[in-house]
């Protein structure tokens, strides 16, 4: 909130404010006393001092040594330092299958994760096994616990913390973030999971920091996360159920990990003999890659249809927001760089020159994207941060 | 024995794992007000004995890897007794475990021996067959594999127990056999050790023209040079008693808690330069 409408906000929320302007300005390096703080921040320096104090009380700021005088030869000022150690985050990713937690300090550093397996659980069972996921990690606690992040593959509500509909869960006007936040006495915040994997790659990823940041996410389905001037826009979501023209079905049709495994199935039958898995075989998309990188028809076929379909969901988002870079990430991440390259050379094909300014494009492969997500967004809400 | 007790089950506590878990479950245990009462029913290997710990008479019960069998830890669960496992997981039971990341250390060693040693002909020296971690070590290479399109044919994924005797056994009869290969993962620190000497006493150059790794990490690892993951062996006693103290007091927990492995490398991977495609 900029001071131009703080006439609307509440006290506490102008308080909640101005802590994180001063906590953010410490944080990033751009000020470390109180003077310069004021500065940097234009608040009143009696506000600072208050609210410094308050920070310093809290732990999540220590007083640590002298810096240099100022140029009149003023009085020395106390260094102030951030805590990252001084409280603890949990960031959620339920999926399909299973739920994955991360417990991680305040500059993103992850202690431990911890899985759990649905086994094919729904509705209000998957609810509990939520709440059983996070006590894994409420059990190995090194300090307070500050807030906690949820990211769920659906259409999602991120400001009412509400599921809205994830039919893969059989959840319909699930008020997760209220049942979390009940469970622990703690803030927790909920987010679309393909958002928070864009939040996620641009907070810790290797990218520079750009104005508007895509990831398409194709696993199970295919969504679409935006980060735009560093926050999360909660416009995004599933595309899945897109139809691609004139009888070419949706997206999930072309992309969804089931279709993917009829698709080479079928293209193994039509090129025999094939190094893809048989029909009764465990099937990855480590596989295709393998049996692509070894010259095998039928993979090297499936990858260019996938290549295909990914470029149309690029061209789309590039010819309707420009982005500066364009991240693929989800299990599909697994066909290596060659899918990229390949989508990336369609997508400026079909895009051409045009108007747009140029994208790059890349692989987010790290792992736990989502629950780091929610970290970083769980952290940007409450403290500011990130 | 009593409410403030907490049970260990362990085939040996003496081995090096084992004696580190228990190290780290010992530590939180004792900051609890707990004490340990430990079984540890294989310590002489030749004459394992019953499992005769009361787990009815202990707050809870910590399991080291694969020492329970499946019958007793559903009783265990039945009676409503916490349980906690290190390293392990039973499919179809509720039990809660803590472990170190698999998937990651194969990982990291297997980037590295790749990208880093530029290495294509890699040999996995297994761990014992059907136990837990060993799994797990196993399905982490396979797809490491195929990520890089490495050539591994059957003979080059050799028997192991997580014990040097079988791992320098395996090596020799695959160094007999006249096969080509240019690096060794072992799924355990102790079997890479053993590959080492194995290779040495071979002729082969180790970094030179052979790199070795191994998974987790130990004085042992560091006296060898040994390039490997660490995995906190003692941190995992450590959360599980966390993990297994929270239950008792009445958290409800499901799934497993995985803690990073963090690379380590020393003297026995990294090729000197123009000397590694060479063999003395």
Known sequence: MRASTANKATHSQLRQHNRQLLLRAIYEGVADNRAALAQETQLAKPTVSELIGELIDEGLLVEEGRGQSTRGGGKRPRLLRFVPA??????????????????????????????????????EDVIAAVGETINGLIAQLDAPLLCIGLGVAGVVDAGAGTVIHAPHLDWAQVPLARLVAGMYDTPAYLAHSTALVAMAEYVYGPTEPVHCFAVVRVGSGVGVGLVINGAIYHGGGEIGPLRVGDGLGSLDTLLGWPCVRQ????????????????????????????????GDRAALALRDELSRHLAQVFAWITGLLTPDHVALAGPITDLGEPLLEQAAAYTREWVGAGPLRPVSFSLAEAPSLVAVGAIAQALHRELGLV | MSATHLGVITNNQHQVFQRAVIAGIRQVAGAHGYDLVIDSYADDETQPRPITLDYRAVAGVCVIADAAPAGLLREMVDARTPVSLVSHQVSGLPIPSVSADNYQGIAELMRHLVIECGRRRVVFIRGVGGQWDSEGRKTAFGREVMRYNLDVPPEHLLRGDFSAEVAARSLQALIASGAQFDAVLAADYRMGIAAVD???????????SVSVVGFGDAEEAEAAGLTTVAADIAEQGRRAARQLISQIEGLPIRGMTVLSVRPVIRDTSLPDGPARAGRR
């Open chain 1, 263 to 294: 698709r080479a199935e079928a293209l193994r039958r039509e090129h025999t003999p094939s190094l893809l898995p048989g029909e009764d075989e465990p099937l990855s998309y480590l596989h295709i890659r393998h049996a692509a990188d070894n």
């Open chain 1, 86 to 123: 001084a409280r603890q985050v949990i960031g959620v990713s339920i999926s399909e299958d299973h739920i994955m937690a991360a417990l991680a300090y305040l500059d993103g550093r992850i202690v431990a994760r911890h899985y759990t397996d649905l086994g094919g659980a729904r509705g």
């Open chain 2, 198 to 208: 194995t290779l040495r006493r071979a002729g082969y150059v180790v970094p030179g």
